[in-house]
């Protein structure tokens, strides 16, 4: 199975300012057809997870433009800038290149 | 307008079958991959299994022997039937649209 590790674990944000969150794959989740099967989710407190970024960089419908991703074939960040408060809660990054499909174990965010 | 709904009890005996249904509306069962993907209280994503679009199923390896996925199309439902049920089978499900739109997830409590 292929392994989602997140980093970090946690993050505290003044809002306004920007965050990073990391997620490293123990495999290459570059297809040969060119698209990188990594996806970022936001569970907000008490929710079901919502789609943030499609195919490592691709914004989903209604996302705000705050929110960016980017990355190698193993490596991948997830960007937001200037953090509001509805953007607290836990994101995950995930990848649907192969079965079984896997999750990193989260990264929590909170506002200073 | 996309919608998932999924449905049933929210108790269980132990190595007692959970049978779940997700009901969708706004697709047709024929155009996106349904997956199951769990989450015990304060715990992360676990990808269960799914239905792909031509009626195929992938499960999770971990629990393939307990695990059953199928569809009712024209009902526009995805049933999970899983058996043998033991408490850390407790958890949210989830009925997810190739992750792009996910239902309210249902609370399955297993008791011993």
């Known amino acids: 199975d292929i392994v989602m590790t997140q980093a970090p674990l946690s993050v505290s944000v003044t809002p306004g300012e920007s965050a990073s969150i990391s997620c490293r794959s123990s495999k290459s989740l570059l297809h040969s057809n060119g698209i990188t099967y990594v996806y970022w989710y936001l569970q907000k407190p008490g929710k079901s997870p919502q789609l943030l970024i499609y195919r490592m960089s691709n914004l989903a419908s209604g996302v705000p433009d705050r929110f960016s991703g980017s990355g190698s074939e193993t490596d991948f960040t997830l960007k937001i800038s200037r953090v509001e408060a509805e953007d607290v809660g836990i994101y995950y990054c995930?990848?649907?290149?192969?079965?079984?499909?896997?999750f990193g174990a989260g990264t929590k965010l909170e506002l200073k | 307008q996309v919608q998932l709904k999924e449905s049933g009890p929210g108790l269980v005996q132990a190595s007692e079958t959970l049978s779940l249904t997700c009901t969708v509306s706004?697709?047709?069962?024929?155009?996106?991959?349904v997956s199951w993907v769990r989450q015990p209280p304060g715990k992360g994503l676990e990808w269960m299994g799914r239905?792909?679009?031509?009626?195929?199923?992938d499960y999770n390896s971990a629990l393939k022997s307990r695990l059953s996925i199928s569809r009712d199309t024209s009902k526009s439902q995805v049933l999970l039937k899983m058996n043998s049920l033991q408490t850390e089978d407790t958890a949210i499900y989830y009925c997810t649209a190739d992750t792009y739109y996910w239902g309210q997830g249902v609370m399955v409590t297993v008791s011993s």
């Open positions: 239905i792909r679009s031509g009626g195929s199923t």
């Open positions: 995930g990848q649907l290149l192969e079965n079984p499909l896997t």
């Open positions: 706004g697709f047709s069962l024929t155009s996106y991959h």
